[in-house]
Nanobody, 123 residues
Framework: QAQLVESGGGLVQAGGSLRLSCAASGRTFSRSVMGWFRQAPGKEREFVAG????????YYGDSVKGRFTISRDNAKNTVYLQMNSLKSEDTAVYTCAADLDGSIFRSSSYRYWGQGTQVTVSS
């Protein structure tokens, strides 16, 4: 059974930075993609970023390109999301996902999900 645990969320002022972590346990994701999604109140879940666990190829949603960076530490089985130049519209619950089967940009393609971490950006 896979388990994904996010951490690092919190309250930050606009223009500030946060780094989210997603620690994976219970199985190996060496041939899969890890993704970050976010969902704000009243809005649909949105793709934020993804990374190929084995070769490190990265993918980003248009709204975060140039501001967010996804990375992974294979030894720690952990994926990070460095978020810079945060805006109020980045406020959402951020959730990591794993075990991709389908489009990396679609939440329905992922089998395992973490519990989510709240990010609040004050303007």
């Amino acid at each position: 059974q896979a388990q994904l645990v996010e951490s690092g969320g919190g309250l930050v002022q606009a223009g500030g930075s946060l780094r989210l972590s997603c620690a994976a346990s219970g199985r190996t994701f060496s041939r899969s993609v890890m993704g970050w999604f976010r969902q704000a109140p009243g809005k649909e879940r949105e793709f934020v970023a993804g990374i190929n666990w084995s070769i490190g190829t990265t993918y980003y949603g248009d709204s975060v390109k140039g501001r967010f960076t996804i990375s992974r530490d294979n030894a720690k089985n952990t994926v990070y999301l460095q978020m810079n130049s945060l805006k109020s519209e980045d406020t959402a619950v951020y959730t990591c996902a794993a075990d991709l089967d389908g489009s990396i940009f679609r939440s329905s393609s992922y089998r395992y999900w973490g519990q989510g971490t709240q990010v609040t950006v004050s303007s």
